[in-house]
């Protein structure tokens, strides 16, 4: 990451992609590169923070925990994606911790660098509305799951949500996902979710390989 400039950095980012060359260097000067280690907080469910942070590379979680500590996972975060962007705009405290799952080397953009650059570029306006927009349907989605499916129908979307195609016509899950996280992103006991998986993979739904990946058949469609 050190031997990149700032300005090469941004144009990695699909947030930026679309800036002019002047809009993306008043960017680059105004960005920090950072470093988090695993298991590190970048963002914590009921503070505020100043910044808003874009992955370049690692990955990240997205929790929200009750008064009790109970957890559900939110999702998972990858290099292009950016985080923090809600409390820039409204003041308010974060509504979920986002933690890194391996380290992860961040850019941070600071509050009033983010207020000064948003009215500015139009281009990066319209593309925070549109990240906003996604993770409202993402929302709507996991309303919906929650409220209207069964554990069955939760788990199948959960792991559709991950599968992509692996190139030999194969939908893949290439993370590894253990059942306690699994029930965290769908609301269950983690031995209701181990009795879902081993039916599911009983009944060729889903195949389990022995580097923790799945591959995930089509008519697991018919479950979500």
Not at 134 to 159: F, N, P, T
Request: hydrophobic share 40%.
């Amino acid at each position: 990451m050190s031997m990149l400039s700032n300005l090469e950095l941004l144009r990695r980012v699909p947030l930026f992609a679309s800036l002019t060359p002047s809009q993306s260097a008043s960017i680059a000067d105004a960005i920090i590169k950072k470093r988090f280690k695993r298991a590190e907080v970048v963002v914590e469910q009921g503070k505020k923070s100043d910044a808003l942070y874009i992955i370049l590379t690692g990955r990240a979680r997205v929790t929200s925990a009750d008064s009790r500590g109970r957890e559900v996972i939110l999702a998972t975060l990858h290099p292009g994606d950016y985080l923090g962007e809600m409390s820039l705009i409204d003041d308010e405290p974060h509504s979920a911790t986002v933690r890194t799952e391996i380290q992860c080397d961040v850019l941070m953009l600071g509050r009033e660098a983010f207020a000064r650059c948003l009215p500015e570029n139009s281009s990066m306006a319209y593309n925070i509305m549109r990240g906003l927009v996604q993770r409202l349907r993402h929302a709507d989605r996991k309303i919906e799951s929650l409220a209207l499916m069964d554990v069955y129908g939760r788990v199948a979307r959960s792991l559709l949500e991950f599968a992509v195609d692996d190139g030999a016509g194969n939908l893949k899950v290439r993370e590894k996902i253990s059942r306690q996280d699994l029930a965290k992103m769908v609301g269950a006991s983690r031995e209701m979710v181990s009795r879902v998986m081993k039916d599911l993979e009983e009944r060729g739904f889903v195949q389990t390989l022995e580097d923790g990946s799945m591959i995930v058949k089509e008519r697991l469609l018919s479950l979500a």
